[in-house]
T-cell receptor, first 111, second 110 residues
Framework: QKEVEQDPGPLSVPEGAIVSLNCTYS??????FMWYRQYSRKGPELLMY????GNKEDGRFTAQVDKSSKYISLFIRDSQPSDSATYLC???????????FGKGTRLHILP | DAGVTQSPTHLIKTRGQQVTLRCSPK?????VSWYQQALGQGPQFIFQ???????QRGNFPDRFSGHQFPNYSSELNVNALLLGDSALYLC?????????FGPGTRLTVT
């Protein structure tokens, strides 16, 4: 079993819809959770960073962590065509410098 | 404030050759990590440098080596290139836990 599982998609939704992206993980040592956005042929851009269970909101983005279920989510409200990208979930453990990434989900927002 | 920069942008090498990739961290960051991202995959951790020393290493062979300079910039060296080394090589810099990525160097091995 991989440490981090993420559905690669592609996921296509109409403009204005709410998008839900998810990851599951197996390592209970993970305490820090991140979402990165990556446009084609670019480096990943940090969107959200959280280290506790619950919700964290930033503009149109909400990150949700459920440590008991080992499940994290990213919600995008009022989705825009410019949100079309690959979204990578990532996580790390305390005193461990490496970040473990999911494979990424390709998202297409249809105008 | 410049973010993380990497050079070159693209590189084409032949099997068996050696390559050096370069990274300048974001201002104020003292830690540099390197990742390899194959097509359609998430980035995989190669190693991390802090205070000019390799602090942690992922599951990569010794053909992959690195260096960090006193100004915190870093190099990634790959020897005896294989076709499977073709990927996007990403540098990330940090001061605390959050890592910020550069645009990457796309390496093609033929």
């Amino acid at each position: 079993q991989k440490e981090v599982e993420q559905d690669p998609g592609p996921l296509s939704v109409p403009e204005g819809a709410i998008v839900s992206l998810n990851c599951t993980y197996s390592n209970s040592a993970f305490q820090y959770f991140m979402w990165y956005r990556q446009y084609s042929r670019k480096g990943p851009e940090l969107l959200m960073y959280t280290y506790s269970s619950g919700n964290k909101e930033d503009g149109r983005f909400t990150a949700q962590v459920d440590k008991s279920s080992k499940y994290i989510s990213l919600f995008i409200r009022d989705s825009q065509p410019s949100d079309s990208a690959t979204y990578l979930c990532a996580m790390s453990a305390p005193r461990d410098d490496k970040i473990i990434f999911g494979k990424g989900t390709r998202l297409h927002i249809l105008p | 404030d410049a973010g993380v920069t990497q050079s070159p942008t693209h590189l084409i090498k032949t099997r068996g050759q050696q390559v050096t990739l370069r990274c300048s961290p974001k201002s104020g960051h003292d830690t540099v990590s390197w990742y390899q991202q194959a097509l359609g995959q998430g980035p995989q951790f190669i190693f991390q440098y802090y205070e000019e020393e390799e602090r942690q290493r992922g599951n990569f062979p010794d053909r992959f080596s690195g260096h960090q300079f006193p100004n915190y910039s870093s190099e990634l060296n790959v020897n005896a290139l294989l076709l499977g080394d073709s990927a996007l090589y990403l540098c990330a810099s940090s001061r605390a836990l959050e890592q910020y990525f550069g645009p990457g160097t796309r390496l093609t091995v033929t």
